[in-house]
């Protein structure tokens, strides 16, 4: 390992634009470096102390000699790991701490959306066709937060507030504020059952691709809907197509996908009562702003030789 300096240098992966420039103002007297592409990564992952980034290149970490942190943008860190290659002293942080009110915000958002068939009167309004489209109150029914972290408990204050009952599906399955009750993910099975609303928030890791297939989505309630705000690949499309289709799901709100952005020939684009957006429920105006305050707060941390936040457990994956 090389020495490292008092003040650390940053290097950003890619040029994220804005923040750049917001770093630089807000941690005086440290250098921020952009790193372009991918060409250039692989020139200078060597003297990179700092890395603040969404989805690095993989497989270069061997030669990253001087890392001591990696910043990422956001709450997920599957574009990372696992990195058998990466050195066990070098920490992952996330970003945990900056998606709310926003994100829960957005999930409501697509909640009430497809209660409301939001879809098919946009479809209506496109063809001039003066259609009723009448639902149910949604007050009563019961949603299903996969995921109860801080995003997921504030999800599910949004959603009690316009009378849903919220249960949680979690690694530990403890009781959690804010969640009528958690099961762990093996039990998930009792509460999805006769579910009305799924929200889908887990981070993508090794036990979680896949983890609502076909099985899953086939004991919902007749009517039902799934919002999913978390990495592409835990949900599985076939299935998900199946259940819209011929199972008991009448909408679908999706928001990650894999790959990213969708292909313009994925028939997911085309399918009826599916609201699609390009990965954006966190995102806000103040995002960026925060996400600085992130960087900046851990930059310090590290130059004083305090405790860091938002660091991963690589075993965990979160
Ligand atoms: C995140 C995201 O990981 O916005 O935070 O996807």
């Given at each position: ?18 923040m ?7 941690l ?12 250039a ?11 603040f980034?969404?989805?690095?290149p ?14 990422m943008?956001g ?18 942080c996330?970003a ?18 497809l ?19 009448l ?25 009690r ?16 504020e ?6 762990t993910v093996d ?5 999805l059952e ?36 978390s ?12 259940a ?19 292909p ?5 684009w085309?399918?009826?009562n599916?609201?699609?957006t ?10 960026f702003d ?6 900046v707060?851990?930059?310090?941390r ?15 994956g979160?």
């Amino acid at each position: 390992m090389t020495t490292p300096s008092a003040v650390p240098v940053v290097h950003a992966y890619p040029d994220l634009g804005p923040m750049v420039v917001s770093a630089r103002e807000r941690l005086p007297g440290t250098e921020i470096v952009v790193i372009p592409d991918e060409a250039a990564f692989a020139e200078v992952i060597g003297d990179v102390e700092v890395l603040f980034t969404f989805r690095p290149p993989t497989g270069q970490w061997a030669a990253a000699d001087a890392l001591r942190l990696i910043q990422m943008t956001g709450a997920g860190v599957d574009s990372v790991l696992p990195a058998p290659d990466l050195a066990e002293h070098v920490t992952i942080c996330n970003a945990v701490g900056i998606h709310l009110p926003e994100m829960a915000e957005f999930v409501l958002g697509m909640v009430l959306s497809l209660h409301l068939g939001v879809p098919k009167l946009v479809d209506q309004q496109r063809a001039h066709d003066w259609s009723w489209v009448l639902h149910p109150a949604l007050a009563g029914r019961r949603a299903v937060i996969l995921g109860t972290g801080k995003i997921g408990a504030g999800c599910a204050e949004l959603l009690r507030a316009v009378g849903l009952r919220v249960d949680g599906v979690s690694r530990s399955g403890s009781p959690t504020e804010g969640f009528d009750r958690v099961v762990t993910v093996d039990r998930r099975m009792e509460v999805l059952e006769d579910a009305d609303i799924v929200v889908v928030l887990v981070p993508l890791t090794p036990d979680t691709v896949g983890l609502v297939g076909r099985d899953e989505l086939a004991v919902l309630a007749s009517g039902s809907q799934l919002v999913d705000v978390s990495r592409g690949g835990i949900v599985d499309h076939d299935a998900l197509r199946w259940a819209l289709r011929e199972g008991p799901l009448a909408a679908a709100a999706l928001d990650v996908f894999d790959p990213e952005p969708l292909p313009a020939h994925d028939p997911m684009w085309d399918e009826p009562n599916v609201l699609i957006t390009p990965h954006i429920a966190a995102l806000s105006s103040d995002y960026f702003d925060r996400l600085v305050g992130v960087l900046v707060d851990n930059v310090e941390r590290l130059r004083d030789g305090r405790p860091l936040i938002n660091v991963i457990d690589r075993g965990r994956g979160y």
